[in-house]
């Protein structure tokens, strides 16, 4: 079994910051890339910023400058830092490990159960 848990969430006015944690545990033998996803109200769920075991990131293009992903392998944990947050920024935002468990040859999708970030006006 392998749990993603994610913290840091909360309510900031517009332009303030915010930074969400996501750790995961269980049995876990290797984890490639982990992500974070977000799903606006009323929206589907997209991608904000992904990175992999090595540390290469990609972000979304409405995200570029002002979030950055980051990630601890010592600690199985990977961070949004979000600055200049908008209203628009506002959704559940869900932490995502791809994860080779201890168990098995195969690598599996895991998810978090989502944070809420609300940005006010």
């Known amino acids: 079994q392998v749990h993603l848990v994610e913290s840091g969430g909360g309510l900031v006015q517009s332009g303030g910051s915010l930074r969400l944690s996501c750790t995961a545990s269980?049995?876990?033998?290797?984890?490639?890339?982990m992500a974070w996803y977000r799903q606006p109200p009323g929206k589907q769920r997209e991608l904000v910023a992904a990175i992999t075991s090595g540390g290469s990131t990609n972000c979304a293009d409405s995200v570029k400058g002002r979030f950055t992903i980051s990630r601890d392998n010592a600690k199985n944990t990977v961070y949004l830092q979000m600055h200049s947050l908008k209203p628009e920024d506002t959704a559940v935002y869900y932490c995502?490990?791809?994860?080779?468990?201890?168990?098995?040859?195969?690598?599996?999708?895991?998810w978090g159960q989502g944070t809420q970030v609300t940005v006010s006006s």
């Open positions: 995502y490990a791809d994860v080779l468990p201890t168990s098995t040859p195969d690598s599996y999708d895991y």
């Open positions: 269980g049995s876990i033998f290797l984890i490639y890339s």
